[in-house]
């Protein structure tokens, strides 16, 4: 299993993606909301980022493992946005965590249980003053790099 970007592997895409502004302060203040345990929750878009989606809202979860070191969305959390997700012909466009003490950079367990391909993974690091934001699509393990631009708002 690779957990370094993969030098000679194509870029599964999509190579940038946009945020709001609301929608980046939401998720950082998500992310100090839950310190010194890492936060997690997902960000609903209209369709995979993987194929070309949008970004809709951000859902803050609740981290069952309650740890500054892993995170786990609680099962409730999950099962109710699943639901609501399908219901509404949405998708998990992203996967959102903190980082506490390290960047905003998958770790070996984060890419472990990168479990929704079709998604990014977008990491809050809390370990500096200023957070840290990075985006990643994991793919059979490997880490592929995605340009964040923060759109402000109209």
Known sequence: MTTTPADTAAHPGPTSVSLSLDLVEAIVGHAWSEYPNEACGLIIGDRPAAGGGSALRFEPTTNKAGSPYR??????????????????????????????????????????LAFYPEALYLLVSLAAPEPGLGAFRIVDGTIHPVELLVAAPD
């Open 71 to 112: 995170y786990e969305i609680d099962p409730a959390d999950l099962l109710r946005l699943t639901i609501a997700t399908d219901d509404a012909d949405e998708v998990f466009w992203a996967i959102v965590h903190s980082h506490v003490r390290s960047p905003a950079y998958p770790s070996p367990t984060d890419v472990g």
